[in-house]
């Protein structure tokens, strides 16, 4: 498996198939194994310390919102028993801060056809630790964050969060904001891009 055998440059495990890829170093995706859960809008993430990808909630037909676990060891997929797990969700979006290892997890959608009401904007640290023993803590930010799903955020350098975009039941957000030591500022430019939804962030 190239997940094993050279340095691994990305982990997609999104999307509605089930499917999962790596991308290696030189610009070639493998399709690795399938997920055992075909959700879609599911959030995927790789943890550097434990070298593992790890996907949390998704949503099936019927507006069905999930919070199982996953992780994914470049050979197989487990079901991971965490404590204190969000809420099922879909949409949410995860980055790892680089300076605490831990893993932060935004907001999300939670039913259909209620409004805003079907958003959240709750946060959340998962701490690794061993990949066996997860375990989520409830953040307590301020000021709280606008309700969203879809959005893009991507860790700071120095620690922390940037977090761009996203939608609510009125459509897209054109919002940026910074998260430090659990604080949310919003980020003001001149020239901001076009609202968007469903996508990426890079720093």
């Known amino acids: 498996m190239l997940f094993r055998s050279v340095q691994v440059a990305g982990f997609m495990g999104g999307g509605c198939s089930g ?12 399709q690795a194994v399938v997920h055992p859960a ?5 959030c995927a993430m790789y943890d550097v310390r434990s070298g593992h990808g790890l996907t949390l909630g998704g949503m099936t037909i019927g507006c069905v919102g999930h919070n199982e676990l996953h992780s994914f060891d470049g050979v197989s997929w487990a079901q991971t028993l965490a404590t204190n797990l969000p809420s099922p969700r879909w949409g949410a979006k995860a ?18 056809n209620n409004g805003n009401q079907d ?11 061993a990949v066996d023993r997860m375990n989520w803590v409830a953040a307590s930010t301020s000021p709280s964050l606008a309700t969203l799903s879809k959005h893009a955020l991507a860790p700071l350098p120095a620690g922390g ?3 761009f975009g996203g939608a609510t039941s009125n ?20 020239l901001n891009p076009m609202v968007r939804t469903d996508h990426s962030l890079l720093l």
Request: net charge negative.
């Open 19 to 30: 499917a999962v890829s790596e991308l290696a170093f030189g610009g070639v995706w493998t």
């Open 38 to 42: 075909s959700y879609a809008w599911r």
């Open 95 to 112: 980055a790892q801060d680089p300076v605490s290892g831990r893993i932060l997890f935004v907001g999300g959608r939670i039913a259909c």
């Open 119 to 129: 958003y959240v904007d709750d946060v959340f640290w998962l701490d690794v630790g």
């Open 161 to 163: 969060a940037l977090l």
């Open 171 to 190: 459509g897209p957000l054109p919002f940026t904001y910074e998260l430090q030591l659990a604080s949310w500022a919003k980020q003001y430019s001149l």
